[in-house]
């Protein structure tokens, strides 16, 4: 692309893998390797004209993001994750405001877990407080996070799982008709992958599609879109790992996202390098996804999902 709208993979991983950002034996985390360094993914920006990547933060890496956007703010911008157990406390507000006052971080990701995903690792459900955020995030016991975040006036990324997307967009209406200035992004999109087998006959590649392939939106979609919310979507991202599409056999899911929210509120992601095959090869064949098969979308369009609205939606 030869325009002069900025090409942005609105969703990144880098690792801990650098000696001087390790002061303690805290800082460093040997079973958790999620994504490369940040110079392999610049190495693959590079190849491919991406001009920056939004990286995805989790808790005690902040200290390496940190770093890596003082060295490279115009190649990298960074959302961050505190844990919500802190929330909506004193002291998860401060985390959160440092975040973006201290960090510089150009967003909040929002990803309290499943209870049952919590006892998986370990932890007790009861520590997420009552009601559960993962269920009800809207409710009145953390209206002082999303009015925090909507004074801090960036967006806060929220994780969509199969296990919330018939719930999660009546919550966010709820929220947002208490915090009309809040910007929200949809975090993986409305499609997010079974991850159970799926039966030989049946086409239902994600939740949102019946068993003949028909796209069926979550209740709340068509009005969320209205709003000022953000959708992520990972075109190819399935392909080159042997599974289907989460987006359907045509790509149908992403057809009815554009349509439902048009190209200024659709964003194009990768998840590199946390991904099986973390090569050249798979993030060309992602990064050209939509360019060879979306023939609907005209050269303007394409500029906005793959670059110029995460720069809108995370003021890049």
């Known amino acids: 692309m030869s325009s002069s709208i ?8 880098i690792s801990q893998v650098e000696s001087q950002d390790i002061e303690t034996l805290d800082d460093y985390n040997q079973q958790f390797k999620y994504g490369m360094g940040y110079q392999d993914n610049l190495n693959l920006m590079d190849q491919l ?10 808790g005690y890496l902040g200290k390496y993001h940190k770093r890596v956007l003082k060295e490279y703010p115009d ?14 406390g004193e002291e998860g507000l401060e985390a959160l405001k440092a975040q973006v006052d201290e960090f510089g971080f150009h967003g909040i990701y ?6 049952e995903n919590a006892k998986a690792q370990g932890a007790d459900p009861a520590e997420w407080g009552s009601p559960h955020p993962f269920f009800h ?14 004074e801090l006036k960036v967006p806060v990324a929220i994780t969509v799982y199969n296990d919330n997307l018939e719930i999660i967009c009546p919550m966010l209406l709820n929220v947002i008709d208490k915090f009309p200035n809040i910007v929200i992004v949809l975090m993986h999109g409305l499609a997010p992958p079974l991850t159970a087998p799926i039966p030989p006959g049946n086409f239902t590649s994600s939740q949102i599609f019946d068993s003949k392939g028909n796209v069926q939106l979550p209740p709340g979609a068509i009005e969320i ?10 075109p190819g991202m399935d392909g080159l790992r042997s599974q ?3 987006y359907g056999e045509n790509d149908q899911a992403i057809k009815v996202f554009y349509d439902t929210f048009g190209p200024d509120k659709l964003m194009w992601g990768s998840e590199f390098t946390s991904i099986q095959l973390p090569i050249l090869k798979q993030y060309k064949y992602q990064f050209d996804y939509m360019k060879e098969r979306c023939d609907y979308m005209t050269t303007s369009d394409l500029e906005m999902i793959m670059g110029g609205t995460a720069c809108k939606a995370y003021n890049l």
């Open 6 to 13: 900025k090409v942005v993979d609105s969703h990144s991983h």
């Open 49 to 58: 004209g991406i001009d920056m990547q939004v990286l995805h933060c989790s």
């Open 75 to 88: 190649r990298f911008a960074a959302i961050g994750k505190i844990d919500e157990r802190l929330l909506p």
């Open 110 to 115: 929002y990803d309290p877990w499943h209870p």
């Open 137 to 150: 995030f809207d409710d009145k016991r953390f209206d002082p996070q999303w009015k925090l975040i909507e």
């Open 225 to 234: 879109a209205k709003r000022n919310v953000y959708h992520e979507i990972m």
């Open 244 to 246: 289907p599409s989460r």
